[in-house]
């Protein structure tokens, strides 16, 4: 019996271990597939205006593009920062509240 527990434990730790691999596969490769596009994007705008201006401006959007990754990160630490500083502490909204036991006293009033 004990072995099988540990059996089951390493076969589950093996199987979360496979997940985060595949997971960490598919990021690098979106990473790289929106490098390719944000270059892509960036000739594309370069080679239509054929100006200084859209140079500039398929370099900014190529960039852009291609940090969608590291800007989603970002945004999402940083809200993830503000929701829990503002996040009330204690108070009504902190303690359990028994919705039955108000509305019957409500209705007794």
């Known amino acids: 019996m004990f ?11 093996g199987i979360f271990d496979w997940a985060n691999d595949k997971a960490n596969q598919a990021s690098s490769t979106m990473q790289n597939i929106l490098i390719v ?9 370069a080679w239509k205006g054929k100006t200084v201006g859209s140079v500039i401006l398929a370099i900014v959007i190529g960039g852009l593009i291609a940090s969608i990754p590291a800007l989603i990160e970002w945004f ?17 909204l902190g303690q359990h509240v028994d919705y039955a036991k108000a509305a019957w006293i409500a209705h007794k009033a």
């Not at 072995?3 to 730790?13: E, P, R």
């Not at 596009?37 to 705008?45: E, F, Q, S, Y």
């Open 3 to 13: 072995s099988t527990i540990i059996n089951s434990t390493i076969l589950a730790a």
């Open 37 to 45: 596009v944000a270059l892509i994007v960036a000739v594309t705008i």
């Open 76 to 92: 999402g630490g940083s809200a993830k920062q503000e929701t829990n500083s503002s996040a009330p502490h204690g108070g009504l």
